[in-house]
């Protein structure tokens, strides 16, 4: 604290140190406060919309922030309420557009609380959503992880910066700005992805620490370079050779054994990463819930009864409903391949940003268009191995050759072998 002591060097001071000082107004309906400049960073508090902080001074996109308000501060639970937080500027810019899950009633009535009481409320409705299957509260568990420190991420970037030193990479411009929008993360779109997850993650899930650090690590890398670089990314793997990966919202992404046996270096994990990094920044996932809100508030009713009830499900009902939806995906297949194509050209936008070569991506999906020519898609579980790879190809390619001609990118080919190849 600096006293008033009657010296102009005094008043100097704190007149400029007041100057220096801002305040300004959280305006998503979900910001998160951490302990440093970083989505890696552990989460402090989530705070709502409307609430005024003191800017003390900023890093890169990021702000620190103290709290004022003393009745925001006896609402939280933090160990020491003085400490100072940090917030990316995205939660004070003013918000565009709105999520198509709004209206869904929300299981929590505040939102200033700690981390744990804010995931268990998450995990709460993601149970409900996911339609009270057994295994579903020790998968939530399985699905929260943290996979390395700040500091291990620090080294992984100086290491990053040291590889690509040299190369030509693209700037952010006007021609990119739908791949470089922020990506405004609800806690209601948390629940709804980390239900989604915890189904696909039923598959079976690989424990591999080692590797999911480090794809973990490539991940936020990525997301670092884009407009969602405040929201946390989180990589798994599923057992299984057939090679493929998928999204749901809320930032979770699955890779099978089969894609990343498929890589050959960083550059191609790294464009099949930012491929569904790019999914669910553009809210590819949230726009098929807006195109059916009928059947989805249908799903969370039907769950909710059956809990309510302990009617186990039918099993013929179940596989009436898997043909079903099998089904929507077939006739609903035109605008899912759209989504592929806008996915692909800002991924590779994004790995030019990152510094990785963008000719890796087009490089990985002629590689699974072998395979599936090789194995027969016909023969395979997965409805998204039948997507038009040959479309997504020459479009990769087009994208490359009109716009990313001049980038020049590195592949870390010794890294990923080090790190990513061996039995799993």
């Known amino acids: 604290m600096i006293r008033l002591v009657g010296t102009g060097v005094s008043v100097f001071l704190l007149v400029s140190l007041a100057s220096a000082q801002t305040l300004d107004t959280t305006r998503r309906a979900r910001n998160d406060a951490r302990e440093g400049p970083g989505n890696y960073y552990p989460l402090v508090c989530i705070l709502p919309e409307g609430i005024r902080v003191e800017v003390l001074k900023s890093e890169g996109a990021w702000k620190e922030i103290r709290l004022g308000d003393p009745t925001v501060l006896q609402g939280l639970n933090l160990k020491d309420k003085e400490s100072n937080l940090w917030m990316s500027k995205n939660c004070f810019a003013e918000k565009k557009g709105s999520s198509p899950l709004e209206g869904i009633s929300v299981p929590w009535q505040s939102l200033q609380s700690s981390p744990s009481g804010v995931a268990a409320a998450i995990r709460g409705f993601a149970l409900r959503y996911s339609k009270g299957a057994e295994k579903s509260p020790q998968t939530l568990e399985a699905l929260d992880k943290q996979f390395f420190s700040p500091q291990e991420y620090h080294q992984f970037r100086l290491d990053s910066e040291r590889l690509r030193e040299g190369q030509v990479r693209i700037a952010q411009g006007g021609e990119d700005a739908p791949c470089s929008r922020p990506y405004d993360l609800t806690l209601l779109e948390e629940a709804v992805g980390l239900g989604v997850a915890a189904q696909i993650a039923e598959r079976g899930l690989v424990d591999d620490r080692r590797r999911l650090e480090y794809i973990n690590l490539v991940g936020t890398y990525l997301s670092e370079q884009s407009g969602a670089f405040d929201a946390p990314f ?35 994990l790294a464009g099949v990463l930012a491929h569904e990094m790019m999914h669910v920044i553009l809210g590819h996932g949230l726009k098929e819930i807006e195109k059916r809100p009928v059947q989805i508030r249908s799903d969370l009713a039907m769950a909710e009864l059956e809990s309510r009830t302990g009617k186990e499900p039918d099993p013929a009902k179940q596989d009436l409903e898997r043909f079903a939806q099998e089904a929507y995906e077939t006739i609903r297949k035109p605008r899912l391949q759209a989504y592929e194509v806008e ?7 994004l790995l030019a940003k990152a510094g990785y070569d963008p000719e890796a991506l087009p490089s990985m999906i002629s590689r699974v268009k072998d395979f599936l020519a090789e194995e027969g898609a016909s023969r395979l579980s997965n409805p998204f191995l039948s997507m038009d790879f040959q479309n997504r190809y020459e479009e990769a390619n087009r994208v490359i050759h009109s716009s990313l001609h001049n980038a020049k990118g590195v592949r870390n080919q010794d890294r990923y072998t080090a790190n990513s190849k061996g039995t799993w």
């Open 343 to 349: 996915a692909d050209r800002c991924a590779l936008i």
């Open 234 to 268: 989180r990589v798994f793997v599923l057992q299984g050779r057939e090679p493929y990966a998928m999204s749901v919202p809320g930032g979770f992404i699955f890779f099978s054994q089969g894609i990343i046996d498929l890589c050959r270096d960083e550059a191609e």
